[in-house]
């Protein structure tokens, strides 16, 4: 895995109930980029960055990360490199303190006990949380949950980081600093987002979806000034292009 | 450990079904006395949350093999027993139409089993008599664990109850008793343990969560009303499962017999004569045997058997498996026919 | 109690089949309830050797699931799949009732197999049919029915609120233990104590809930009882429904149908 | 109750567990004003909106709506003339289908159900969802379940309408419905959320929010194009007056 270029070849993906998801794509993404996933509700978005550490499996058509297929043996393996920040905060904290949580993942890396607090101290400082760690998860707000749940998955050293929906609750104060420590991240980013203007603040590049299809896919400064190619999938300049 | 509807006679789901509906109703009563109308949307949620709960399997250490929440007592711990008997009500109703659990007729004695036990009986006589009003983490394990045990177990055993009075089965009382409690002994035991640790971790967070029933009036009151509603439900299940069972030695299968006048019908027995002396009959084998030989069996089985089917004469019964088999190819020629020209008149339509 | 990631899916799969609208989807939900009830009950009152009594049975899921365009993997799958307890209670029956009840071509057939038999039909029958009636009939439809046939209120509002929040509980239970698996490598320690953490902040996560569901109701003149929309639209043919089925299923039980045709070609 | 002015005196209000989430707040809003209340995480936002309703009575102070004061005994009336829509469209759809959810409270207020009828068709008709009447409300994309969620307020005709958050969730396109949605109501409104858009393209008013206390209340010009305001608030100017 030293490269991790991260490839979908001919996607297909339905839902047990039938409901066809994603209708086969396709990518490459390189080393050290970061790439943004856009599109509407409902465009597939979450169902395709799920496939990337096996939690779905693609129905036809295979995903392949640093040259190891995502299989249901390799998943376990594909986790450790590929680190997912889910769309709810809520869903991603589970044990009883803020500590505990970001513990959880490096102790099942299986390190000793003092290289897990420097861990997690060094996770929730990246955060800006580090004076919550005593405190149960379940008391913080919104903003701070999202802030600690990037810090359980950063505390796990990933090589890839995918995030769904980083901004959502947050204040103005917070997302911004959630685009800083994004920019901060130097290895490969993938990036859903409905914010386009964090998108366009984080990602060189962007990628369309919509109807389980790749619409269009290329630098950020192509996608998003497309007037014409983000209105025909709902979607709209980013605001603050949108001069009044 | 659902009941099934093809192990019960009618008389055994019906009886059952009849008390079901009156704890409901007594319950639902009782929640609109002593108001608190925040309670509607808490039930339905943890009914829910149950359901959910379930899908998080964990691996039982030393066994290999998975375990979830059962959700009884964890349900009458947040709810109280009143709400918590309606919830799990509402939980198994769910499951019987969407999984299939049980069927329908046997809903009536799975409410019963999953429910009457945990909300009424391990809930105010184990769980909160060994938590008491100041409970440590450890009362509440302890607590949890024997709550959830009494309540399955005495689950099990009426499972095992209803199955035996349904006589559709042959399994003898002593050897299924000793095949169910242990089984469910191992599951109570995981199942109180999870309980328990997430009593404890709400407690650590936000103590104020759980039932109490102190506020409105003391234990001892609530316990001793519980117990006479039991004893009251006991008895009119009891009534009519005997009345029942001596007037019309099968229910509805005597009714029919009057009905269409078949003479190929069982002799009325009284049905609890048939069970108990066939109980008997089994049990003497136990323990030396675990299953009896078939050739001992036979001398003495050959009259009531006999009597239970006297329809088996070679003709008919030839006659009977070769018209099933036909009425099968029928039934499948039809339903496949309907499946065709449903095809046909939709491909026409586009 | 039993519910996992797959039975979740299906839960969704039934519910999007009962909404599809055939004749029987436009049936009123209390002449299906009715009808099923009906049926399983004529299935349960056969005595315990009977078997060729039960196979004209049959003929009720087949037509339904045929004329309500209910694909059949889903109601086998579920036959399959669902609770294996009345067949490992049943499998007794042939080991300990071994007297020899008919010889067919020269091969004795024990009591405890023709049972044995029965009861799978027998099984076959009310779950297949339990399962045809939630795939025909919107679960809101049901709770209707069962409010008409005198349950309780606050019973139905359970049934209703269940039914919607299992769907919603489901997603996030589903999101969570990938949260969990996303962090755990496969490790398989701690795993009653991961799973009471994950349950104890679902359960609080849920009963927070309820106090939002709350104020939402409060904020549209919620005081207490839930007056529910009766739409009722009982017409004729839901009136004939039951009358014809059900007399063809008392018809089923009292006379035997299949013996009548072995006897016309013997 | 005829002319809805909506005062609030010296409000404080602590959680039971001790947070202090209001200190001191007082504004009054008169009739068809449209007021955007803004503030970073934890200020005390949807605390205070809360109070509105009677679902949290303020610790000391009081508030009066139409001359009525907000108290146990007259907020199940007070209800009637005020609308809540809550930030979780899941919480606030609970009926098992769209119609019946719509129908609850005009059923609650006592509506024969012919009225009922009426009224549901109509306020989803406002909100361009008529089509979904007989569909299950979870089968619904966010975006349509928010849009039934304010279905549910307009059917009780409230004289106020308060609404948290609407645009959380939504992708470019409904949030623009939303924005137009709101345009189009002509009673008082008052809307919390981080869309610093949104509440420039429907509110005139503004109040700033920060620490449970009132930092600023003014037009909504004054207010989001002072930049040095906004900052000391942890907030930002509008995306869409951010140039590049
Ligand atoms: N568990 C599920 N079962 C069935 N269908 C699903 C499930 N989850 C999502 N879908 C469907 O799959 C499609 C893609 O959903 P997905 O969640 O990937 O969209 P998304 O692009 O992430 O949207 P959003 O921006 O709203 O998060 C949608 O039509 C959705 O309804
Ligand atoms: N149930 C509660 N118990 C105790 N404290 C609470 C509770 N709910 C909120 N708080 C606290 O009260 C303060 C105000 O919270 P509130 O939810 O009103 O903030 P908000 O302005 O709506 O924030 P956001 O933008 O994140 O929604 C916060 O410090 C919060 O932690
Ligand atoms: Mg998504
Ligand atoms: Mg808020």
């Given at each position: 895995?030293s490269?991790?270029i991260?490839k979908?070849?001919?996607?297909?993906?339905?839902?047990?109930?039938?409901?066809?998801?994603?209708n086969?794509?396709?990518?490459?993404?390189?080393?050290?980029?970061?790439?943004?996933?856009?599109?509407?509700?409902?465009?597939?978005?979450?169902?395709l960055?799920?496939?990337?550490n096996?939690?779905?499996?693609?129905?036809?058509?295979?995903?392949?990360?640093?040259?190891?297929?995502?299989?249901?043996?390799?998943?376990?393996?594909?986790r450790?490199h590929?680190?997912?920040?889910?769309?709810?905060?809520?869903?991603?904290?589970f044990?009883?303190?803020?500590?505990?949580d970001v513990?959880?993942?490096?102790?099942?890396?299986?390190?000793?006990?003092?290289?897990?607090?420097?861990?997690?101290?060094?996770?929730?400082?990246?955060?800006?949380?580090?004076?919550?760690?005593?405190?149960?998860s379940?008391h913080?707000?919104?903003?701070?949950?999202?802030?600690?749940?990037?810090?359980t998955?950063?505390?796990?050293?990933?090589?890839?980081?995918?995030?769904?929906?980083?901004s959502s609750f947050?204040?103005?104060?917070?997302?911004?600093e959630?685009?800083n420590?994004?920019?901060?991240f130097?290895?490969?980013?993938?990036?859903?987002?409905?914010d386009?203007?964090?998108?366009?603040?984080?990602?060189?590049r962007?990628i369309?979806?919509?109807?389980?299809?790749?619409?269009?896919?290329?630098?950020?400064?192509d996608m998003?000034?497309?007037?014409t190619?983000?209105?025909?999938?709902?979607?709209?300049?980013?605001?603050?292009?949108?001069?009044? | 450990m659902h009941?099934?509807?093809?192990?019960?006679?009618?008389?055994?789901?019906?009886?059952?079904?009849?008390?079901?509906?009156?704890?409901?109703?007594?319950?639902?009563?009782?929640?609109?006395n002593?108001f608190?109308?925040k309670?509607i949307?808490?039930?339905?949620?943890?009914?829910?949350?149950?359901?959910?709960?379930q899908?998080?399997?964990?691996?039982?250490?030393?066994?290999?093999s998975?375990g979830h929440?059962?959700?009884?007592?964890?349900?009458?711990i947040?709810?109280?027993?009143?709400?918590?008997?309606?919830?799990?009500?509402s939980?198994?109703?769910?499951?019987?139409?969407?999984?299939?659990?049980?069927?329908?007729?046997?809903?009536?004695?799975?409410?019963w089993?999953l429910?009457?036990?945990?909300?009424?009986?391990a809930?105010?006589?184990?769980?909160?008599?060994?938590?008491?009003?100041n409970?440590?983490n450890?009362?509440?394990m302890?607590?949890s664990?024997?709550?959830?045990?009494?309540g399955?177990e005495?689950?099990a055993?009426?499972?095992?109850?209803?199955?035996?009075?349904?006589?559709?089965t042959?399994?003898?009382?002593?050897t299924f008793?000793?095949?169910?409690?242990p089984i469910?002994?191992?599951?109570a035991v995981?199942?109180?343990?999870v309980?328990?640790t997430i009593v404890?971790y709400v407690?650590n967070?936000?103590?104020?969560?759980?039932?109490?029933d102190?506020?409105?009036?003391?234990?001892?009151?609530?316990?001793?009303?519980?117990?006479?509603?039991?004893?009251?439900?006991?008895?009119?299940t009891g009534?009519?499962?005997?009345?029942?069972?001596?007037?019309?030695?099968d229910?509805l299968?005597?009714?029919m017999?009057k009905?269409?006048?078949?003479?190929?019908?069982p002799?009325k027995?009284?049905?609890?004569?048939?069970t108990?002396?066939?109980?008997?009959e089994?049990?003497?084998?136990?323990?030396d045997?675990?299953?009896?030989?078939p050739?001992?069996?036979?001398?003495?089985?050959a009259e009531s058997?006999?009597?239970?089917?006297?329809?088996?004469?070679?003709?008919t019964?030839?006659?009977?498996?070769?018209?099933?088999i036909?009425t099968?190819?029928?039934?499948?020629?039809?339903?496949?026919?309907?499946?065709?020209?449903?095809?046909?008149?939709?491909t026409?339509?586009y | 109690?039993?519910?996992?990631?797959?039975?979740?899916?299906?839960?969704?799969?039934?519910?999007?089949?009962?909404y599809?609208?055939?004749?029987?989807?436009?049936?009123?939900?209390r002449?299906?309830?009715?009808v099923?009830l009906?049926?399983?009950?004529m299935?349960?009152?056969?005595?315990?050797?009977?078997?060729?009594g039960l196979?004209?049975?049959?003929?009720?899921?087949?037509?339904?699931?045929?004329?309500?365009?209910?694909?059949i993997?889903?109601?086998?799958k579920?036959?399959?799949?669902v609770?294996?307890?009345?067949?490992?209670?049943?499998?007794?029956?042939?080991?300990?009732?071994?007297?020899?009840l008919?010889?067919?071509f020269?091969?004795?057939?024990?009591?405890?197999?023709?049972?044995?038999?029965?009861?799978?039909?027998?099984?076959?029958?009310?779950?297949?049919s339990?399962l045809?009636l939630?795939?025909t009939?919107?679960?809101?439809?049901?709770?209707?029915?069962?409010e008409n046939?005198?349950?309780?209120?606050?019973?139905i509002?359970?049934l209703?609120?269940?039914?919607?929040y299992?769907?919603?509980?489901?997603?996030?239970?589903?999101?969570?233990?990938?949260?969990?698996?996303?962090?755990s490598?496969?490790?398989?320690?701690?795993?009653?104590l991961?799973?009471?953490?994950?349950?104890?902040?679902?359960?609080?996560?849920?009963?927070d809930r309820?106090?939002?569901?709350?104020?939402?109701?409060?904020?549209?003149?919620?005081?207490?009882?839930i007056?529910?929309?009766?739409?009722?639209?009982?017409?004729?043919?839901?009136f004939?429904?039951?009358?014809?089925?059900?007399?063809?299923?008392?018809?089923?039980?009292?006379?035997?149908?299949?013996?009548f045709?072995?006897?016309?070609?013997?």
């Open positions: 895995m490269h991790h991260i979908a070849e001919n996607i297909h993906f339905s839902y047990p109930d039938g409901t066809k998801a994603i086969g794509i396709s990518f490459e993404i390189h080393h050290g980029e970061s790439v943004g996933i856009i599109g509407p509700n409902g465009a597939g978005k979450s169902t960055i799920l496939q990337l096996g939690f779905l499996l693609p129905t036809s058509g295979s995903f392949n990360i640093g040259g190891t297929p995502v299989t249901q043996k390799t998943k376990t393996e594909i450790r590929v680190g997912l920040v889910f769309q709810n905060p809520d869903d991603q904290l044990m009883p303190t803020v500590f505990d513990a959880f993942g490096p102790l099942n890396l299986g390190l000793s006990p003092e290289a897990v607090e420097i861990k997690v101290e060094e996770s929730l400082r990246i955060v800006g949380c580090l004076e919550l760690k005593s405190r149960p379940h913080l707000s919104l903003g701070q949950k999202r802030a600690v749940s990037i810090a998955i950063l505390a796990m050293e990933p090589d890839i980081l995918v995030m769904d929906e980083p947050l204040d103005n104060h917070s997302r911004r959630i685009i420590l994004l920019r901060k130097h290895h490969t980013k993938i990036i859903v987002s409905h386009l203007d964090l998108i366009m603040d984080v990602c060189e962007c369309i979806l919509n109807d389980g299809r790749v619409q269009a896919d290329g630098t950020t400064k998003l000034l497309n007037k190619l983000l209105e025909k999938n709902k979607l709209e300049l980013p605001l603050s292009l949108q001069n009044k | 009941m099934a509807d093809a192990l019960l006679s009618p008389t055994v789901g019906l009886s059952f079904w009849a008390g079901t509906i009156a704890t409901i109703s007594y319950c639902a009563r009782k929640l609109k002593e608190n109308d309670i949307p808490l039930m339905g949620v943890m009914g829910a949350f149950i359901f959910a709960g899908m998080i399997n964990f691996t039982i250490p030393a066994t290999g998975s929440i059962g959700g009884g007592l964890l349900l009458t947040v709810l109280g027993p009143w709400a918590a008997f309606i919830s799990i009500a939980v198994l109703f769910i499951q019987a139409l969407f999984f299939a659990d049980g069927g329908l007729l046997a809903l009536g004695c799975n409410i089993n429910g009457i036990y945990p909300c009424f009986i809930y105010p006589l184990v769980y909160k008599l060994i938590t008491g009003s409970n440590s450890k009362k509440i302890i607590g664990i024997l709550g959830v045990i009494l399955l005495m689950g055993f009426s499972v095992v109850l209803e199955t035996v009075f349904s006589g559709i042959e399994l003898p009382f002593l008793t000793s095949i169910m409690l469910h002994l191992l599951i995981v199942e109180g343990i309980t328990g404890i407690k967070i936000q103590p104020d969560l759980f039932y109490s102190n506020k409105s009036n003391n234990t001892l009151l609530n316990l001793k009303k519980v117990l006479v509603a039991m004893s009251v439900l006991a008895l009119i009534g009519m499962l005997s009345w029942f069972a001596s007037t019309h030695p229910g299968e005597w009714s017999g009905i269409s006048g078949r003479e190929e019908l002799p027995e009284d049905i609890f004569h048939k108990l002396s066939k109980l008997q089994k049990t003497a084998f136990l323990p045997y675990g299953f009896k030989k050739e001992m069996a036979e001398p003495e089985k058997e006999k009597e239970a089917w006297p329809a088996v004469s070679g003709g019964s030839i006659a009977g498996i070769l018209g099933g036909l099968l190819g029928i039934t499948i020629l039809i339903g496949s026919v309907i499946k065709f020209f449903r095809k046909r008149s939709l026409n339509t | 109690m039993s519910f996992n990631q797959s039975e979740f899916f299906d839960l969704g799969y039934l519910d999007y089949l009962s599809k609208d055939t004749f029987i989807h436009r049936l009123d939900p002449a299906k309830f009715i099923t009906v049926f399983i009950f299935v349960i009152s056969f005595p315990k050797h009977e078997i060729s196979i004209p049975f049959l003929i009720f899921p087949v037509i339904l699931v045929a004329l309500a365009d209910i694909p993997k889903i109601i086998l579920k036959l399959i799949v609770s294996p307890f009345a067949l490992m209670v049943g499998i007794f029956n042939p080991m300990l009732d071994r007297k020899i008919i010889s067919l020269g091969i004795g057939i024990s009591g405890g197999w023709i049972s044995y038999l029965s009861i799978i039909i027998k099984f076959i029958l009310t779950i297949s339990a045809i939630i795939a009939t919107s679960f809101p439809g049901i709770c209707m029915a069962m046939l005198g349950m309780p209120n606050i019973f509002l359970q209703m609120f269940i039914y919607r299992i769907f919603i509980l489901g997603e996030e239970v589903v999101r969570t233990n990938n949260a969990r698996e996303l962090r490598f496969g490790k398989k320690g701690y795993e009653i991961t799973a009471g953490n994950i349950l104890g902040s679902l359960l609080l996560r849920t009963i309820s106090e939002r569901i709350y104020q939402a109701m409060c904020a549209r003149g919620f005081n207490g009882k007056n529910l929309f009766k739409k009722s639209r009982f017409l004729l043919k839901d004939l429904y039951i009358i014809l089925l059900s007399g063809f299923f008392i018809f089923l039980r009292l006379f035997p149908l299949s013996q045709i072995g006897k016309m070609f013997i």
